[in-house]
Every structure is written in structure tokens, then in C-alpha cells.
Nanobody
């Protein structure tokens, strides 16, 4: 059983930056592909970014490409999401997830989920 705990969310003005962290425990972290998803009020959960266990490959949603960067530190059992040039439409609860399907964009293919962290971008 893997436990995931996100942190780093908050309120930021448009154009600003935030760095989300997701600390994992209870498993061999490098065995898992990791993903970030987000869910805005009244909307479905959507894919943001994913990274393979060995950090060989990364994938991004078109809406965040060039602004967000996913990374991981397997020695610290942590995955990060650096978010730059934030826009009001990035406002959502951000979730990290762990699974076995490398770079999947589908939430159903992730096995473990964190509780989420709120990101609010003001205009």
C-alpha cells in the first residue's frame, strides 16, 4: 500500500509560480509511474503531467506544456510539479497518483491517490 501526501498549494496571482510536492511512503517508489491530475469545481478530473519510474520519459497535457514541469527524486520518494506562468484557469485541486502504466493520461490506470492540494490563481 502506497500513501501519497501532496503539499505546496496556495493562492497566487496570475503569472506567478508554485511548486507542488508529493511525498510517497509504503512502497518502492521507483517502481511506480507518477502522475499529476487536477479537478476544478463542476469539472471532471483531468490529466496534467506524468513521469516514468526511472524519469526516462515525461508527458504533459497540451494546456500546461511549456509552463509546467514534472520531476521526481527517487532518493527522497517525492514527485514535484513546478508550475510557472499560472493562469486563473489553472485553479483546481491538484492530485498526485501512482500506478504501473507509464505516462498514462487516464485516471483509472492509477492505483494510489493523494488527498489533493488546492491551487487558486487570481486574476
Amino acid at each position: 500500500q502506497v500513501q501519497l501526501v501532496e503539499s505546496g498549494g496556495g493562492l497566487v496571482q496570475a503569472g506567478g509560480s508554485l511548486r507542488l510536492s508529493c511525498a510517497a511512503s509504503g512502497g518502492t517508489f521507483s517502481n511506480y509511474a507518477m502522475g499529476w491530475f487536477r479537478q476544478a469545481p463542476g469539472k471532471e478530473r483531468e490529466f496534467v503531467a506524468a513521469i516514468t519510474g526511472s524519469d526516462s520519459y515525461r508527458s504533459y497535457a497540451d494546456s500546461v506544456k511549456g509552463r509546467f514541469t514534472i520531476s521526481r527524486d527517487n532518493a527522497k520518494n517525492t514527485v514535484y510539479l513546478q508550475m510557472n506562468s499560472l493562469k486563473p484557469e489553472d485553479t483546481a485541486v491538484y492530485y498526485c497518483a501512482a500506478g504501473y502504466s507509464a505516462l498514462s493520461h487516464y485516471a483509472a490506470e492509477y492505483v494510489y491517490w493523494g488527498q489533493g492540494t488546492q491551487v487558486t490563481v487570481s486574476s
